[in-house]
């Protein structure tokens, strides 16, 4: 009997050294799953690096929360998950999945809408949060199927109608722009003796190629200048903690909508008195 109980102890051992030996933790507190390549984070950036199974770079480490796989034969089985994006090549691009959408917060780890509708609430969470201002910021031309802003009036207070938008609106100027390019250097090879792989390499000329085609064929842009706008919409307009400006786009909607009505109405006007004459 304890000539069983040795064996089953024995291979108990065996079989989490192996399950073990995919997770390395160094004495700096770093950790790697599922991969060791000493050539990766040459700087000892990243507290925790996930590796996948694609590749001699073992791209396509992904980290997956909750019932993943589950009923793995339907698309959405793919419930909630972080990664590089796809399975078989090295994208070098992230994916955020949520299968039923994305929900982003802030704050104190309150959720303001869970808040809402409650009987009673502490008042200094609900300032706490009403003086948060998220922001996200893209450095990219941002895509999308379509953008739903909340606008119910249960959101707001001091709503008043606009007036003399038609007047005032005359004093925008429009423009039309290119978009500056940033240079770069994109020709390093190495890093601290750290040699950069092929693909990093062949990424890098990918970049360059980019950017000297940004150079030679800059797409004209339609908008207005910050500065300007802000001398007659300064709530259009906000400086962010660089100095730099940045324009409320669609909140110049309800202003053409009011500008548009008063043009309709001094038209309207018009041909009253053109018909009496």
């Known amino acids: 009997?304890?000539?069983?109980?040795?064996?089953?102890?024995?291979?108990?051992?065996?079989?989490?050294?192996?399950?073990?030996?995919?997770?390395?933790?160094?004495?700096?507190?770093?950790?790697?799953?599922?991969?060791?390549?000493?050539?990766?984070?040459?700087?000892?950036?990243?507290?925790?690096?996930?590796?996948?199974?694609?590749?001699?770079?073992?791209?396509?480490?992904?980290?997956?929360?909750?019932?993943?796989?589950?009923?793995?034969?339907?698309?959405?089985?793919?419930?909630?998950?972080?990664?590089?994006?796809?399975?078989?090549?090295?994208?070098?691009?992230?994916?955020?999945?949520?299968?039923?959408?994305?929900?982003?917060?802030y704050g104190q780890g309150y959720d303001y809408n869970d808040i809402i509708g409650k009987a009673v609430v502490d008042m200094e969470i609900i300032n706490d949060i009403l003086t948060m201002v998220p922001k996200f910021y893209f450095d990219t031309d941002v895509y999308s199927h379509g953008i739903i802003l909340n606008s119910d009036r249960r959101f707001k207070e001091n709503i008043e109608a606009l007036q003399g938008s038609l007047d005032k609106l005359k004093l925008v100027r429009g423009v039309s722009y290119n978009l500056k390019t940033e240079g770069g250097d994109t020709n390093f090879i190495s890093m601290d003796g750290w040699p950069v792989s092929g693909k990093e390499q062949n990424d890098l000329a990918q970049l360059a190629a980019i950017k000297e085609k940004l150079k030679q064929n800059k797409r004209e842009r339609f908008g207005f200048v910050a500065q300007e706008l802000k001398e007659i919409y300064p709530g259009l307009v906000e400086e962010d903690s660089d100095g730099y400006l940045h324009v409320d786009y669609l909140g110049l909607i309800p202003v053409l909508v009011e500008s548009i009505k008063e043009q309709q109405k001094q038209l309207a006007t018009l041909k009253s008195v053109l018909q009496t004459q």
């Open 1 to 105: 009997m304890k000539t069983i109980s040795f064996y089953l102890v024995a291979v108990f051992f065996v079989f989490s050294l192996k399950g073990f030996s995919q997770i390395k933790v160094y004495e700096d507190n770093r950790v790697k799953i599922f991969g060791d390549k000493p050539t990766d984070d040459p700087y000892k950036d990243l507290s925790m690096q996930i590796y996948g199974s694609y590749g001699q770079y073992l791209a396509n480490g992904r980290l997956g929360f909750g019932t993943y796989g589950l009923n793995a034969s339907l698309f959405y089985a793919r419930k909630v998950y972080v990664g590089e994006l796809g399975t078989n090549f090295d994208s070098d691009r992230l994916e955020l999945c949520g299968s039923n959408g994305i929900h982003f917060t």
